[in-house]
């Protein structure tokens, strides 16, 4: 059940659920933005994700999503030896995903334009 | 060769891993645990972290691999020709417990149908004069199975031998269609949880 708060602000938990849910939405998309002009393995995708967008996925969220990517035909993988004494899979984006980053790269910015032109009222409250 | 690759508790992990992916192809099942193994050498060797931590970075075993499998699971069902995947990719693709209720009774209903057309074609081969499709006046057209009630009393029959490849014919579209049906459902589970080109068709990389 939804919990409001005397001052009428929604509880936290509720709020941690739609940063929850909007960090998820947006995960893939940072996901390809990662791997535009890069290979990566595993790791490095998280690494990169935590220091350039602050999207924190655990390992257990990315190796079986990593997977599904792969297998719609959107990510290619290669195994590779490493000096580090064990191999990596390497992940890169296929033509397919490539369009399909694309697309998404274009629908959010036409959403993010929108939505910030509803929330500057909003935003300018926040500045203050 | 790195110290994970050889540590018990490393094994064991991938070894409950491994076998909660079951129902997998082998060669994803090796290619899972490879990349997981990998993972856990590389985060092992980062300051701060040991065996144990990248271990936990990666959650209980049985849980990481059922995100694997159903995956793995809905992908093979919006492909496949085998009822058994495409049931059990149905019922994967169904969230809340009455529509798995809802989907495995109509997939059952639809397979029993199935069995009861190839059934009625094949006894018409062994006992032709009891299988057929009767009309008794008065009452509903009736196909039937049953030997010691057959042939109904008053009851014509209609189509004879025609049965044989009617029942089969009509027996293989109920299969299409019952499938079908189920695939369409699980490619719109897919797309529901994935950033999935709405341009792409079914079964784009599977196999």
């Known amino acids: ?121 909003l935003l300018k409250e926040v500045a203050r | 060769m790195n110290a994970a690759t050889e540590n018990p508790q490393v094994e064991n992990y991938l070894a409950q891993a491994r076998a909660a992916m079951r129902g997998m192809p082998e060669g994803d099942v090796e290619d899972a645990v490879r990349e997981l193994r990998s993972h856990i050498a590389d985060m092992s060797e980062q300051e701060g972290y040991d065996i144990g931590s990248a271990l936990r970075s990666l959650g209980d075993p049985v849980e990481l691999a059922k995100k694997y499998r159903a995956d793995n699971l809905t992908m093979r069902a919006e492909c496949s020709g085998s009822p058994l995947v495409v049931f059990q990719g149905l019922r994967q693709a169904t969230r809340s417990r009455s529509g798995r209720f809802t989907a495995t009774a109509l997939y059952i209903f639809g397979y029993i149908n199935v069995f009861t057309l190839w059934s009625a074609a094949l006894e018409k081969l062994f006992a032709p004069s009891k299988v057929g499709l009767w009309y008794v006046p008065g009452r509903i057209f009736s196909l039937t199975l049953v030997n010691n009630t057959i042939p109904p009393d008053g009851g014509r029959e209609l189509i004879g031998w025609w049965l044989v490849p009617g029942a089969v014919l009509l027996g293989w579209l109920l299969h299409y269609i019952t499938n079908k049906i189920a695939q369409w459902w699980i490619h719109r589970y897919r797309a529901s949880i994935q950033s999935r080109d709405p341009e792409m068709g079914f079964c784009i990389g599977g196999s």
């Open chain 1, 1 to 121: 059940m939804a919990t409001i708060s005397p001052a009428g602000t929604p509880a936290p938990s509720l709020m941690d659920k739609w940063e929850v849910q909007l960090r998820k939405g947006c995960l893939e998309l940072a996901m390809f933005g990662c791997l535009w002009s890069d290979k990566l393995y595993g790791l490095e995708i998280m690494r990169r994700l935590q220091s350039d967008s602050d999207l924190a996925v655990s390992a257990s969220t990315l190796y079986p999503l990593l997977a599904r990517l792969k297998a719609d035909g959107l990510l290619e993988s290669e195994w590779v030896e490493e000096e580090a004494g064990h191999p990596r899979k390497y992940y890169r984006l296929t033509p397919a995903g490539r369009r399909r980053a694309l697309q998404m790269a274009r629908m959010w910015s036409r959403f993010s334009a929108t939505i910030e032109d509803l929330m500057s009222p």
